[in-house]
């Protein structure tokens, strides 16, 4: 693992539904994502994070993939499992960077999508001009006249906002001495980490943050949010209600050639007697998959991106050809919505593979495996793939494409 200065530990593992939803509201949908999905890019897309590593609840993988879905994977960490309070989960996830070691630590809550970057920058900066300092804390000055109302009906008072602020997140710590704050620590109601590193006697200091780094708790704070997104990146936004659904089908055959490795859905086939004939590595399922994209996205077929007369192409791994049309895809402000895909032939067995298949096609794509189907038939030893003298494929991509794709590429 090469060295990483700083990661991004994510907190996501609150399983609060305050919106009478089904989903925590790290998973509910925003801008055709999940809010976790805005969470992560922001970070993964900032060039001083080196590493994001998220805390979930159990039993939410499928959420986690979902919130995946379409990001770049360089940086990413993986996940751990959280615990029954914020403070543990955090504890946790700072436990579980202890080979990596990184220099500094930022933690963020997974229910705030727009962090700031300036912000990030500089509460990175901070730690690191700062040799004293062990962490900074995102916050805002409070503006508005803030009153306490007393008990027992006997009215309220006005409290002086001098000095007040409101702490958000991302909090930033040198790695060391906020993990060892975690573990001493034996209250375990601290609702944020600077509080922890207080009572840790840590140095810390406050970063003025953005107004727009919001949380979302409530519905209107997703309408917030949704606006939000709508002024900045109006295709991201109208990814729930406009654009469309785009639908797109491919076929290919291969016949069997001796003396090659079988590649199956970017899956080499252990112990296949005979490969696929072909200029690239013949991965014909492969194949009916770059064409059902290239379908839906109107560009044609494989054929006319990557000819076979080119011989930069020769035994080239058809993996290349699929990457390529889902870059396409996404230029073009668009995602991968499922794919169907059927593989036809008597031998070999699909079955045994299926699975390692299906993991293949989903990381090429970038998709959640539950987008991924694999079927498989043989043709009742009728006509050639009966005969065994080759393997046919057939596939169907869901996609969506916003309204103004190919018009700004
Ligand atoms: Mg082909």
């Avoid at 504890?91 to 970057?117: C, K, N, T």
């Avoid at 990175?124 to 109302?149: M, S, Y």
């Avoid at 006005?158 to 034996?186: K, N």
């Avoid at 043709?379 to 003298?389: D, K, S, V």
């Amino acid at each position: 693992m090469p060295d990483l200065r700083t990661v991004v530990l994510i907190v996501a593992a609150g399983q609060g539904k305050r919106f009478g939803s089904d989903l925590p509201k790290q998973y509910c949908p925003l801008a055709g994502a999940t809010v976790l999905h805005h969470t992560v890019r922001a970070f993964v897309e900032h060039p001083e994070i080196d590493g994001v590593k998220l805390v979930i609840a159990e039993g939410y993988d499928e959420e986690v993939e979902a919130s995946l879905t379409g990001l770049p994977r360089e940086k990413f960490l993986g996940t751990i499992t959280g615990g029954e309070t914020r403070q543990v989960s955090v504890r946790r996830g700072l436990e579980s960077l202890s080979s990596l070691a990184p220099e500094l630590v930022l933690i963020h809550d997974g229910a705030r999508p727009f962090p700031s970057s300036e912000t990030t920058s500089a509460i990175i900066g901070a730690l690191l001009d700062n040799i004293e300092l062990d962490g900074a804390c995102a916050a805002l000055p409070v503006h508005d006249t803030l009153r306490r109302v007393l008990p027992d009906q006997r009215g309220m008072e006005t409290v002086s906002r001098e000095g007040l602020w409101r702490a958000q997140t991302p909090q930033g710590f040198r790695y060391r001495p906020i993990l060892a704050a975690h573990q001493m620590v034996s209250r375990t109601d601290y609702t944020d980490d600077v509080a922890v590193a207080e009572a840790a006697r840590l140095k810390t200091r406050l970063i003025e943050d953005k107004p727009t780094n919001i949380k979302i708790t409530t519905p209107e704070d997703l309408k917030i949010a949704q606006s939000f997104l709508a002024s900045t990146s109006p295709a991201a936004a109208a990814q729930p209600t406009g654009g469309a659904t785009r639908v797109g089908m491919g076929y290919d055959v291969h016949r069997f050639e001796a003396g090659r490795p079988l590649f199956l859905c970017g899956f080499e086939v252990p112990g296949a007697p005979r490969g696929l004939k072909g200029h690239s590595d013949a991965d014909v399922a492969l194949h009916a998959l770059t064409d059902a994209i290239l379908g839906a996205i109107g560009e044609g077929d494989i054929g006319q991106h990557f000819p076979p007369s080119d011989d930069q192409w020769k035994d080239a791994p058809s993996s290349l050809f699929l990457e390529a049309a889902r870059k396409r895809v996404t230029e073009l402000g668009g995602r991968i919505l499922n794919i169907d895909l059927t593989i036809i032939c008597e031998t070999p067995k699909i079955g045994p593979h299926r699975d390692a298949m299906r993991k293949r096609v989903a990381e090429l794509l970038e998709v959640s495996e539950g987008g991924i189907n694999i079927k498989a038939t043989t043709t009742e030893g009728l006509g050639f793939t009966g005969r065994e003298e080759g393997i046919a494929a057939q596939a169907v991509a869901t996609l969506w494409l916003p309204d103004d794709a190919g018009e700004s590429t």
